[in-house]
Protein backbone atom coordinates (compact mmCIF):
# COMPACT_ATOMS: atom_id res chain seq x y z
CA UNK A 1 0.00 0.00 0.00
CA UNK A 2 1.37 3.63 -0.84
CA UNK A 3 1.75 5.60 2.51
CA UNK A 4 0.54 8.61 3.23
CA UNK A 5 2.31 10.91 5.73
CA UNK A 6 1.22 13.95 6.81
CA UNK A 7 2.93 17.06 8.74
CA UNK A 8 2.55 18.55 11.59
CA UNK A 9 0.37 16.23 13.61
CA UNK A 10 -1.04 19.40 14.73
CA UNK A 11 -1.21 23.78 14.28
CA UNK A 12 -2.42 26.50 15.76
CA UNK A 13 -3.14 29.49 13.63
CA UNK A 14 -4.49 33.02 14.36
CA UNK A 15 -7.67 34.18 12.95
CA UNK A 16 -7.19 35.48 9.54
CA UNK A 17 -3.34 33.63 9.46
CA UNK A 18 -2.49 31.07 6.80
CA UNK A 19 -2.11 27.59 7.90
CA UNK A 20 -0.19 24.98 5.47
CA UNK A 21 -0.35 21.17 5.85
CA UNK A 22 1.84 18.53 4.18
CA UNK A 23 1.49 15.27 2.60
CA UNK A 24 4.02 13.15 1.56
CA UNK A 25 3.29 9.78 -0.26
CA UNK A 26 5.64 6.91 -0.41
CA UNK A 27 5.66 6.63 -4.03
CA UNK A 28 4.53 8.63 -7.28
CA UNK A 29 0.59 9.40 -7.22
CA UNK A 30 1.08 11.17 -10.47
CA UNK A 31 -0.72 9.05 -13.51
CA UNK A 32 1.69 10.62 -16.17
CA UNK A 33 -0.36 9.78 -19.27
CA UNK A 34 -3.54 12.12 -17.62
CA UNK A 35 -0.62 13.72 -16.07
CA UNK A 36 -2.97 14.20 -12.95
CA UNK A 37 -2.21 13.66 -9.45
CA UNK A 38 -4.31 11.08 -7.63
CA UNK A 39 -4.50 13.24 -4.41
CA UNK A 40 -7.21 14.10 -2.40
CA UNK A 41 -8.11 16.39 0.89
CA UNK A 42 -11.38 15.76 3.47
CA UNK A 43 -11.68 18.02 6.50
CA UNK A 44 -13.38 16.63 9.58
CA UNK A 45 -15.08 18.87 11.87
CA UNK A 46 -16.01 17.05 15.22
CA UNK A 47 -18.73 14.93 15.40
CA UNK A 48 -19.45 14.73 11.71
CA UNK A 49 -18.47 13.06 9.02
CA UNK A 50 -15.47 13.71 6.58
CA UNK A 51 -16.11 16.42 3.72
CA UNK A 52 -14.04 16.31 0.59
CA UNK A 53 -12.24 19.53 0.03
CA UNK A 54 -9.53 18.68 -2.52
CA UNK A 55 -9.11 16.32 -5.76
CA UNK A 56 -6.73 15.88 -8.43
CA UNK A 57 -4.75 18.00 -6.24
CA UNK A 58 -5.53 21.17 -6.47
CA UNK A 59 -9.35 20.95 -7.88
CA UNK A 60 -12.13 22.47 -5.48
CA UNK A 61 -14.95 20.69 -4.83
CA UNK A 62 -18.41 21.99 -4.42
CA UNK A 63 -19.18 24.71 -2.85
CA UNK A 64 -15.40 24.93 -0.99
CA UNK A 65 -14.27 28.24 -0.46
CA UNK A 66 -11.60 29.74 -2.68
CA UNK A 67 -9.83 30.14 0.96
CA UNK A 68 -8.83 26.19 0.43
CA UNK A 69 -6.08 25.67 -2.23
CA UNK A 70 -4.06 22.43 -2.84
CA UNK A 71 -0.44 22.43 -4.73
CA UNK A 72 2.10 19.71 -5.18
CA UNK A 73 3.02 17.00 -8.07
CA UNK A 74 4.28 12.98 -7.85
CA UNK A 75 4.87 12.66 -3.69
CA UNK A 76 4.53 16.19 -2.09
CA UNK A 77 1.29 17.36 -1.38
CA UNK A 78 0.46 21.06 0.49
CA UNK A 79 -3.32 22.30 1.65
CA UNK A 80 -3.13 25.69 2.45
CA UNK A 81 -5.75 27.89 4.22
CA UNK A 82 -5.13 31.28 3.02
CA UNK A 83 -6.81 33.21 6.23
CA UNK A 84 -7.96 31.56 8.53
CA UNK A 85 -12.11 31.39 9.95
CA UNK A 86 -13.43 29.92 12.90
CA UNK A 87 -15.11 27.04 10.86
CA UNK A 88 -11.91 25.98 9.86
CA UNK A 89 -11.14 24.30 12.99
CA UNK A 90 -11.07 20.84 12.16
CA UNK A 91 -8.72 17.83 11.54
CA UNK A 92 -7.54 17.32 7.50
CA UNK A 93 -6.84 14.53 5.72
CA UNK A 94 -4.80 13.75 2.72
CA UNK A 95 -6.11 10.28 0.31
CA UNK A 96 -4.39 8.84 -2.57
CA UNK A 97 -6.23 7.02 -5.05
CA UNK A 98 -3.52 5.86 -7.22
CA UNK A 99 -3.99 2.74 -6.36
CA UNK A 100 -5.83 1.24 -3.32
CA UNK A 101 -7.05 4.17 -1.18
CA UNK A 102 -4.82 5.39 1.80
CA UNK A 103 -5.16 7.97 4.16
CA UNK A 104 -2.80 10.23 5.89
CA UNK A 105 -3.04 10.18 9.96
CA UNK A 106 -4.78 13.47 9.98
CA UNK A 107 -3.43 17.09 10.80
CA UNK A 108 -5.35 19.16 13.72
CA UNK A 109 -5.83 22.63 12.98
CA UNK A 110 -6.94 24.88 16.22
CA UNK A 111 -7.46 28.69 16.51
CA UNK A 112 -4.08 30.29 18.34
CA UNK B 1 -29.49 16.76 -1.92
CA UNK B 2 -27.82 13.80 -1.81
CA UNK B 3 -28.53 11.49 1.56
CA UNK B 4 -26.62 8.88 2.42
CA UNK B 5 -27.82 7.32 5.86
CA UNK B 6 -26.45 4.04 7.43
CA UNK B 7 -27.63 1.98 9.89
CA UNK B 8 -27.32 -1.53 11.24
CA UNK B 9 -24.32 -0.83 14.30
CA UNK B 10 -24.19 -1.63 17.40
CA UNK B 11 -22.69 -4.17 20.13
CA UNK B 12 -21.51 -7.51 19.18
CA UNK B 13 -19.00 -10.30 20.66
CA UNK B 14 -16.07 -11.10 18.94
CA UNK B 15 -16.90 -13.76 16.31
CA UNK B 16 -20.19 -12.75 15.25
CA UNK B 17 -21.66 -11.22 12.58
CA UNK B 18 -23.75 -7.85 11.64
CA UNK B 19 -24.69 -6.13 8.70
CA UNK B 20 -24.99 -2.55 7.99
CA UNK B 21 -27.21 -0.72 5.33
CA UNK B 22 -26.82 2.41 3.83
CA UNK B 23 -29.96 4.11 2.21
CA UNK B 24 -28.97 6.45 -0.84
CA UNK B 25 -31.12 9.13 -1.78
CA UNK B 26 -30.76 12.72 -3.53
CA UNK B 27 -28.65 10.99 -6.95
CA UNK B 28 -28.75 8.64 -9.14
CA UNK B 29 -27.56 5.41 -6.85
CA UNK B 30 -27.06 3.06 -9.83
CA UNK B 31 -24.73 5.53 -11.37
CA UNK B 32 -22.56 5.46 -8.37
CA UNK B 33 -19.58 3.53 -7.58
CA UNK B 34 -20.29 2.60 -3.23
CA UNK B 35 -17.65 2.85 -0.47
CA UNK B 36 -17.50 1.76 3.06
CA UNK B 37 -14.70 3.39 4.93
CA UNK B 38 -14.46 3.35 8.47
CA UNK B 39 -12.28 4.91 11.16
CA UNK B 40 -11.80 3.51 14.78
CA UNK B 41 -12.57 6.11 17.68
CA UNK B 42 -10.06 8.90 17.94
CA UNK B 43 -8.57 6.93 14.99
CA UNK B 44 -7.94 7.79 11.16
CA UNK B 45 -9.81 7.07 8.29
CA UNK B 46 -9.61 3.41 6.43
CA UNK B 47 -10.84 2.32 3.82
CA UNK B 48 -12.91 -0.56 3.84
CA UNK B 49 -14.30 -2.02 0.20
CA UNK B 50 -16.12 -0.61 -3.10
CA UNK B 51 -18.32 -1.98 -4.91
CA UNK B 52 -18.73 -0.37 -8.85
CA UNK B 53 -22.28 1.21 -10.05
CA UNK B 54 -23.35 -1.89 -11.72
CA UNK B 55 -22.12 -4.38 -9.25
CA UNK B 56 -19.37 -5.72 -11.33
CA UNK B 57 -16.58 -5.48 -8.99
CA UNK B 58 -15.71 -4.97 -5.55
CA UNK B 59 -12.44 -4.72 -3.89
CA UNK B 60 -11.63 -5.03 0.17
CA UNK B 61 -9.12 -3.81 2.17
CA UNK B 62 -6.72 -6.64 2.89
CA UNK B 63 -7.69 -5.94 7.03
CA UNK B 64 -11.36 -7.31 5.97
CA UNK B 65 -10.89 -9.09 2.79
CA UNK B 66 -12.47 -12.95 3.48
CA UNK B 67 -14.69 -11.80 6.22
CA UNK B 68 -16.96 -8.85 4.90
CA UNK B 69 -19.03 -8.63 1.80
CA UNK B 70 -19.90 -5.86 0.12
CA UNK B 71 -23.53 -5.49 -1.83
CA UNK B 72 -26.15 -3.20 -3.40
CA UNK B 73 -29.35 -3.44 -4.63
CA UNK B 74 -30.20 -0.54 -7.06
CA UNK B 75 -33.74 -0.83 -7.22
CA UNK B 76 -33.89 -0.11 -3.30
CA UNK B 77 -30.91 2.46 -3.65
CA UNK B 78 -29.33 0.74 -0.85
CA UNK B 79 -25.70 -0.24 0.05
CA UNK B 80 -24.67 -3.03 2.21
CA UNK B 81 -22.10 -4.55 4.34
CA UNK B 82 -22.34 -8.05 5.43
CA UNK B 83 -19.62 -8.54 8.20
CA UNK B 84 -18.37 -11.92 9.82
CA UNK B 85 -16.10 -13.42 12.40
CA UNK B 86 -15.61 -9.80 13.54
CA UNK B 87 -12.46 -9.01 15.72
CA UNK B 88 -11.94 -5.92 18.15
CA UNK B 89 -10.12 -4.25 15.76
CA UNK B 90 -12.93 -3.96 13.85
CA UNK B 91 -14.62 -1.65 16.53
CA UNK B 92 -15.42 1.81 14.55
CA UNK B 93 -17.72 3.90 13.11
CA UNK B 94 -18.42 3.05 9.52
CA UNK B 95 -19.59 5.34 6.86
CA UNK B 96 -20.85 5.01 3.51
CA UNK B 97 -19.15 7.04 0.94
CA UNK B 98 -20.15 7.99 -2.83
CA UNK B 99 -17.61 7.73 -5.25
CA UNK B 100 -17.33 10.80 -6.98
CA UNK B 101 -17.17 9.51 -10.78
CA UNK B 102 -20.35 8.33 -12.39
CA UNK B 103 -21.02 5.44 -14.45
CA UNK B 104 -17.60 4.45 -14.58
CA UNK B 105 -15.88 2.22 -12.22
CA UNK B 106 -14.63 4.07 -9.36
CA UNK B 107 -12.55 7.13 -9.10
CA UNK B 108 -11.93 6.08 -5.16
CA UNK B 109 -12.68 10.10 -4.38
CA UNK B 110 -15.30 10.23 -1.78
CA UNK B 111 -17.59 13.03 -2.47
CA UNK B 112 -20.27 12.92 0.16
CA UNK B 113 -20.66 10.47 3.37
CA UNK B 114 -23.30 9.49 5.63
CA UNK B 115 -22.67 10.10 9.68
CA UNK B 116 -22.20 6.78 9.88
CA UNK B 117 -22.87 4.13 11.90
CA UNK B 118 -20.82 2.66 15.02
CA UNK B 119 -19.99 -1.16 15.25
CA UNK B 120 -18.39 -2.17 18.96
CA UNK B 121 -17.18 -5.66 18.64
CA UNK B 122 -16.15 -6.63 22.46
CA UNK B 123 -16.87 -9.18 24.88
Redesign the interface.
Known amino acids: DIVMTQSPDSLAVSLGERATINCKSSQTVLYSSENKN?L?W?QQKPG?????LI?WASTR??GVPDRFSGSGSGTDFTLTISSLQAEDVAVY?C?Q?YK???????TKVEIK | QVQLVESGGGVVQPGRSLRLSCAASGFSFSSHGMHWVRQAPGKGLEWVAVMWFDGSNEYYADSVKGRFTISRDNSKNTLYLQMISLRVEDTAVYYCARDGGASVGATKVFDFWGQGTMVTVSS
Open positions: YAYQPPKLYGSYQYTPTFGQG
